[in-house]
């Protein structure tokens, strides 16, 4: 009965233990996810390169706007904090924030840079000599586009030209800080 009294309080205790160690590393896990929305420059200063995309922050509305305006000339107005917080996303490169803007056939997500593409390949087998198999095939974010030759995908060319971190160059651009 005493070997039982001492496993059970053993127990007790290692999993009292468990217990406080699992809160203080999610507090401090918390803590560090929240940080870099608070102040995502000084993180992207810190670590440079940080493939994360991370998603919209308010406390980055004003530079998100103006990174905006930079990549659609183009747009007859600012976006609504509404439209910024399901498209706008960052992450950290060169100690820069840099911003993305989801919509139809812009990734923000890295590039897929495989040559064969099993979407493009299904496709052409159904398909005759010279199609293009569509993003839909593919994916919107595959490097290559495809054409099809005798039932196989062949690779025409490329979609996007690629940063040195493999995310599309043209769709991301710098959060200017202030």
């Known amino acids: ?12 205790a290692l999993s009292t233990f468990a217990l406080l160690a699992f809160a203080a590393g999610t507090a401090a896990s918390a803590t560090a996810e929240a940080a870099p929305a608070e102040d995502l420059h000084k993180l992207c200063r810190q670590v440079k390169n940080d493939d994360t995309v991370r998603p919209y922050s308010h406390a980055l509305y004003a530079g998100t706007v103006k990174a905006f305006k930079k990549l659609f ?14 498209e706008a996303n960052y992450r950290c490169m060169n100690g820069k ?27 052409c087998k159904t398909a005759k000599n010279g199609d293009t198999p569509p993003m839909a095939a593919t994916g919107h974010d595959a490097l290559y586009a495809y054409t099809c ?4 995908a062949v690779v ?3 979609v996007w030209a690629l940063d040195k971190r493999g995310f599309a160059t043209k769709l ?3 959060v200017p800080q202030r």
Do not use: H
Request: glycine residues 8%; charged residues 20%.
């Open 1 to 12: 009965m005493t070997v039982f009294r001492l496993s059970t309080l053993g127990f007790i």
């Open 73 to 86: 000339p183009d747009a007859k107005s600012a976006p609504e904090e509404s439209q910024l917080q399901t």
């Open 97 to 123: 924030v840099l911003t993305c803007f989801i919509g139809a056939n812009l990734p923000c997500a890295k590039i897929n840079a495989e040559r064969n593409n099993p979407g493009a390949s299904d496709y």
């Open 149 to 152: 030759r005798d039932g196989k």
């Open 156 to 158: 025409s060319g490329t």
């Open 172 to 174: 991301w651009t710098e």
